[in-house]
C-alpha cells in the first residue's frame, strides 16, 4: 500500500470518527439533559405534592375549629374531603419518593389516622356540647399531633424543595453547557470535516498523478524516457490501423555496433549516458507523428505513420544512421557508435505489427551480421521457415528429455600414430524427423538463447562419457566447440572448473575450440576469456583457421595451443597446389610459434601423405574414423589397439558433420 493511500484512509477513517464523534457529543447532550430534565420534573412534582399536603392538613385544623365553633354536617364534609385529599397527595409521595420518602410518609399516614380518630371524637363531643371532653381530647390529642405532622412534613417538603432546587440548578447548568459547547462542537466538526475532505481531495489528485505516472511508466522507458515495447505495439497497431491505399506504415528496427565495447570497456555508467543520448538525436530526424522507442539494451524501434512506400523508409533509416556517426560526448569522451538498421513497410512485407516486427529483426540481423549498415526485409534472407520455429520449440523439450546424443570423431598425432583426441559432435535424435544434422538447429539455439542450455548439455555429456572410452589413467583429451557468446561470458571459466570439479577430472582432458570469426566479435573480452581457461591448464584451438578475420599480429597474443586448418584447404590439397601452399604456410607459421597443428577434413591417404610431408602434427576426417557414439569409438580404440595403431578407415566416407558451436 502507497503512503497516499494509507493516507487516505486515514482520512476517511478520519471522517468517520468526526461524525461519529459529533453524533455521540448530540445524543449525550440531549440524552444529559432530558435526564436532568426528568430529574427536575419529578423532583418539582414531589415537592408540590408535599406542599398539597401541607395545604390538606392546614385545610383540615382550619375545618376542625370551624366545626368546634358552627357544627354542621356541611363542615364535617369538607373535613372528610380535605383528609382524603391529604391521605391522597401521601400516598403520590410514597409513590415518587425515596426510601427515606416512604419511612416520613408511613410515619405521618400513621400520626394521621389517630389524628383523624381524635377529632372523629372531638366533633362527637361537640356533638353533645361536652366542652370539658373537647378541650382535653384538643389539648393532649389533635394539638400535639398536629405539631408532630406539621414538623414531619415541614421535614421533608423543604428537604424535597431543596431537592427540585438542584435538579432545576443542574438542569440549567446542562441545558447552559449543551446551548455552549453544541455550537463549538459543531464547528470544530465542521472544521475538521473541510480539512479531512481536503486531504481526501489532495490524495485523490495525488493518486490521479501517480495513476497517471503509472500508465506512463508502463510505457516508457526508465532509462532514457523513450516509449517501450508497450507503446510501440500500441502506436504500431494505430498507424496500421489507420492506413489507407495511398499509405503504408514503416518500421524501423535499430540495433547499436560497438555499444557492448564500450560497456565492457568504460562501464555501465558511461553505456546508459550513451543510451539517453539517442532518443534526441534521433527525433530531430523524425516527424512529431514518429514514434521512437527502445526495446532493451541498445536496440531501438521506429514507427513510421503515413509513408508512401519503402523508399521514403530506406531514406528516413539512412538519415537515422547518418545521425548517429557523429561522436556522443559522455563525461568528455567522445564515444562513437553506428547502427544496423532492419526495415519493413506495411502491405510489402507484412500486414499485422506481429509479422512486421518479426521480419524487421530477421532484416537487422542480416544488416548486422553482413556489416551492411542497413537492410530491408527480404524473404530469401529469413531463414525461420514454419518448419524451423517447430524445431526451435521441440529443441526445448529435447534438452529436457536428452535427445541430444554426442559422437565423437578421433584425432591421429602423424608423429606417433596414435589417438590423441577426439572431437565431441552433437546430433539430435528427434522422435518424429529422426536424426537432424546439428547445422538445422545449432543455428536455431545461437538465435535464440538456447544456446547456453545446449552448451551446459554438450560439456556435461562429454565429461560424462569420458570413461566409456577413455583409459581413467591416462584420459585422451575431448574437444568441444563453443560460439561467440561464450567469449563474452564473464562467468565461463568458472562454469567449466565447476564443471571439471564436479566430475574430478583435470582440466587437461578438455580442449575448447573457438573460430576466428568468433574472436573478432570483441578481441579484447575473447582474448581475456581464453586466457582465464588457459590458466586453468585447458588446451585452446582456433578452429576453421583461414577462412576468417585474424590477422598474426593477434594470434601471437593469444593463449594457443592448437590450430585446425580448415578442410577448404585440406580435402583436395594433393591436387590443388594453392590449397597446398596454404596450408604448407600455415604449418609453418604454427610452428615457428609453437602451436600444434590440426588438420580437419581427411579423407584420404593421399591427403594424410601430403600433410606429413608438409610437417603437419595432427589430422582428423573420414580417412581415420567417422564421427561415433561413445560405445562405438571404445570399441574402434580397442580394434585399433589390436591392430597396431595404424589409421583404420570405418565404412565409405560420407556427408561430414559439422562441429557444434556452442557457448556455456
Request: aromatic letters at 6%; one cysteine or more; glycine letters at 6%.
Given at each position: 500500500?502507497?503512503?497516499a ?28 439533559t432530558?435526564?436532568a ?53 401521601l ?55 398536629f ?68 500508465v ?39 540495433d ?35 514514434t ?12 513510421l ?31 562513437q557508435?553506428e ?22 529483426d ?90 547456453g ?9 562429454a ?98 595451443t ?60 573420414y ?42
Amino acid at each position: 500500500m502507497t503512503s497516499a493511500q494509507r493516507l487516505s484512509r486515514a482520512a476517511i477513517v478520519g471522517l468517520v470518527v468526526v461524525f461519529i464523534a459529533v453524533s455521540g457529543f448530540a445524543l449525550w447532550s440531549t440524552q444529559t439533559t432530558s435526564s436532568a430534565a426528568r430529574r427536575a420534573v419529578a423532583a418539582s412534582e414531589l415537592a408540590d405534592h408535599y406542599q398539597q399536603a401541607m395545604k390538606a392538613m392546614i385545610r383540615e385544623e382550619s375545618l376542625e375549629q370551624t366545626y368546634l365553633k358552627q357544627p354542621s354536617q356541611l363542615v364535617r364534609d369538607e373535613y372528610d374531603t380535605a383528609t382524603a385529599a391529604l391521605v391522597s397527595e401521601l400516598q403520590l409521595v410514597n409513590r415518587d419518593s425515596g426510601d427515606s420518602g416512604r419511612a416520613g410518609t408511613a410515619r405521618v399516614l400513621a400520626l394521621h389516622e389517630l389524628q383523624v380518630q381524635s377529632v372523629h371524637r372531638i366533633f362527637a363531643a361537640a356533638d353533645r356540647h361536652d366542652t370539658a371532653a373537647v378541650n382535653l381530647i384538643l389539648s393532649q390529642e389533635l394539638e400535639p399531633r398536629f405539631t408532630d405532622i406539621a414538623e414531619v412534613l415541614t421535614q421533608y417538603a423543604e428537604a424535597q424543595h431543596d431537592k427540585s432546587v438542584a435538579a432545576l440548578t443542574e438542569l440549567r447548568s446542562k441545558v447552559s453547557f449543551s446551548a455552549t459547547v453544541r455550537p463549538l462542537v459543531f464547528l470544530v466538526g465542521f472544521v475538521l470535516v473541510l480539512l479531512l475532505c481536503w486531504v481526501l481531495r489532495q490524495v485523490r489528485r495525488q493518486l490521479y498523478r501517480q495513476r497517471e505516472q503509472a500508465v506512463r511508466d508502463s510505457l516508457h522507458d526508465p532509462l532514457t524516457g523513450l516509449g517501450n515495447r508497450a507503446l510501440l505495439a500500441e502506436r504500431f497497431d494505430e498507424a496500421l490501423h489507420r492506413g489507407s491505399d495511398d499509405s503504408r506504415t514503416g518500421l524501423l528496427l535499430l540495433d547499436l555496433d560497438r555499444f557492448k565495447e564500450i560497456n565492457d570497456t568504460l562501464g555501465h555508467h558511461y553505456g546508459d549516458q550513451l543510451l539517453t543520448q539517442i532518443g534526441p538525436r534521433l527525433q530531430r530526424i523524425l516527424r512529431a507523428e514518429d514514434t521512437i522507442a527502445r526495446l532493451g539494451g541498445d536496440e531501438f524501434a521506429v514507427v513510421l505513420p503515413d509513408i508512401t512506400g519503402l523508399d521514403a523508409a530506406m531514406l528516413v533509416a539512412e538519415k537515422l544512421r547518418y545521425a548517429l556517426t557523429a561522436p556522443f560526448i559522455v563525461d568528455g569522451l567522445n564515444l562513437q557508435v553506428e547502427a544496423s538498421i532492419g526495415v519493413v513497410v506495411s502491405g510489402e512485407h507484412g500486414d499485422d505489427a506481429s509479422t512486421l516486427l518479426q521480419h524487421a529483426d530477421i532484416a537487422m540481423y542480416v544488416a548486422k551480421k553482413q556489416n551492411i549498415g542497413i537492410f530491408p526485409y527480404d524473404p530469401d534472407a529469413d531463414g525461420h521457415t514454419p518448419h524451423k520455429l517447430t524445431l526451435l520449440s521441440d529443441l526445448r523439450r529435447a534438452l529436457e528429455r536428452r535427445e541430444l546424443v554426442l559422437h565423437y570423431q578421433p584425432k591421429i598425432s602423424l608423429r606417433s600414430g596414435e589417438v590423441c583426441g577426439v572431437e565431441a559432435l552433437v546430433r539430435w535424435q528427434h522422435p518424429q524427423h529422426g536424426l537432424i544434422a546439428p547445422d538445422q538447429f545449432i543455428p536455431l539455439a545461437e538465435h535464440t538463447g538456447l544456446i547456453g542450455p545446449l552448451t551446459d548439455y554438450v560439456l556435461d555429456a562429454a565429461l560424462t562419457e569420458l570413461h566409456l572410452w577413455s583409459d581413467p589413467s591416462d584420459h585422451i583429451p575431448v574437444a568441444v566447440n563453443l560460439s561467440t557468446r561464450n567469449l563474452l561470458d564473464g562467468r565461463l571459466a568458472d562454469k567449466i572448473r565447476a564443471l571439471l570439479r564436479h566430475h574430478a577430472l583435470a582440466a587437461t582432458v578438455l580442449e575448447l575450440e573457438v573460430t576466428e570469426s568468433a574472436l573478432m566479435t570483441d578481441p579484447l573480452r575473447a582474448r581475456q576469456t581464453l586466457t582465464q581457461l588457459y590458466d586453468l591448464g585447458i588446451r585452446i584451438a582456433i578452429d576453421d583457421f583461414g577462412v576468417g578475420y585474424s590477422n598474426l599480429s593477434q594470434l601471437k597474443t593469444l593463449p594457443v595451443t592448437h590450430l585446425k586448418i580448415d578442410r577448404s584447404f585440406v580435402t583436395n590439397m594433393d591436387t590443388d597446389p594453392s590449397n597446398a601452399h596454404i596450408v604448407k604456410s600455415v604449418i609453418d607459421l604454427s610452428r615457428n610459434l609453437g602451436i600444434t597443428t590440426i588438420a580437419e577434413g581427411v579423407e584420404t591417404q593421399a591427403t594424410m601423405t601430403a600433410l606429413r610431408v608438409a610437417g603437419c602434427d595432427v589430422v582428423q576426417g573420414y580417412y581415420v574414423s567417422r564421427p561415433l557414439p561413445a560405445a562405438e569409438l571404445a570399441s574402434w580404440l580397442r580394434t585399433r589397439q589390436g591392430r597396431g595403431g595404424g589409421p583404420e578407415r570405418r565404412g565409405t566416407p560420407g556427408p561430414a558433420l559439422l562441429p557444434i558451436s556452442v557457448p556455456i
